[in-house]
Nanobody, 123 residues
Framework: QVQLVESGGGLVQAGGSLRLSCAAS????????MGWFRRAPGKEREFVAA????????SYADPVKGRFTVSRDNTKNTVYLQMNSLKPEDTAVYYC????????????????WGQGTQVTVSS
């Protein structure tokens, strides 16, 4: 059974940092792109960031460019999201996802989804 389990969410003040992790199990994802999405209260789910299977290419949504960094460790079947200079508008439930194609992740599509972890940024 495939599972994606996020961790690392919490409450942080504006300007602070958090590091999210997503551990995948059930099969190896070393040939799949992995990424992060978020859903803020009252809003649609949106793409945040993604990384190709090799880690050699990344993609970011404009609101997080220069502040967030996505990375992965294929030996641990884990993807990370380092979030710096957090803003109140980053408050959302963050989901990790995986798909064979990073292009599909950019379009909001994924083969597997995690359950999400809450990130709250106070002003």
């Amino acid at each position: 059974q495939v599972q994606l389990v996020e961790s690392g969410g919490g409450l942080v003040q504006a300007g602070g940092s958090l590091r999210l992790s997503c551990a995948a199990s059930g099969r190896t994802f070393s040939r799949d792109a992995m990424g992060w999405f978020r859903r803020a209260p009252g809003k649609e789910r949106e793409f945040v960031a993604a990384v190709t299977w090799s880690g050699g290419s990344t993609s970011y949504a404009d609101p997080v460019k220069g502040r967030f960094t996505v990375s992965r460790d294929n030996t641990k079947n884990t993807v990370y999201l380092q979030m710096n200079s957090l803003k109140p508008e980053d408050t959302a439930v963050y989901y990790c996802a995986t798909d064979p194609l990073i292009a599909r992740l950019r379009l909001g599509r994924a083969e597997y989804w995690g359950q999400g972890t809450q990130v709250t940024v106070s002003s």
